[in-house]
């Protein structure tokens, strides 16, 4: 299993910028970011394909945030402009997905990190 941690999370006004990064222990085919609000259940916010970098992002996010991946040093970077109140969650990292339906889905991962707190005030 992979292990994951987070970094970059912190308090920024609406309107400011954040890049979390994610440190992998190993390869692996995929590598996602999901969050989670107090109450909510955890969704989908990005992910990449490690091997081409093809990126995939959740409606919420899309123009506003950007997944990039350094294979080098199996590390992935989610930069998160344009913040708003309702993007206020803990950002989990996430990879070796299962290949199950839909790479925005919890379900089919396999390894998380502990997490990074994200809050945005208005």
């Known amino acids: 299993q992979v292990r994951l941690q987070e970094s970059g999370g912190g308090a920024v006004q609406a309107g400011g910028s954040l890049r979390l990064s994610c440190s992998a222990s190993?390869?692996?085919?995929?590598m996602g970011w999901f969050r989670q609000a107090p109450g909510k259940e955890r969704e989908g916010v990005a992910a990449?394909?490690?091997?081409?970098?093809?990126?995939f992002y959740a409606a919420s996010v899309m123009g506003r945030c950007a997944i990039s991946v350094d294979n080098a040093k199996n590390i992935v970077y989610l930069q998160m402009n344009r913040l708003k109140p309702e993007d206020s969650a803990m950002y989990y990292c996430?990879?070796?997905?299962?290949?199950?339906?839909?790479?925005?889905?919890?379900?089919?991962?396999?390894?998380w990190g502990r997490g990074t707190q994200v809050a945005v005030s208005s």
């Open positions: 996430a990879a070796e997905y299962g290949m199950g339906s839909s790479l925005l889905d919890p379900q089919w991962w396999r390894s």
């Open positions: 190993g390869y692996t085919n995929y």
């Open positions: 990449i394909a490690t091997a081409d970098g093809s990126p």
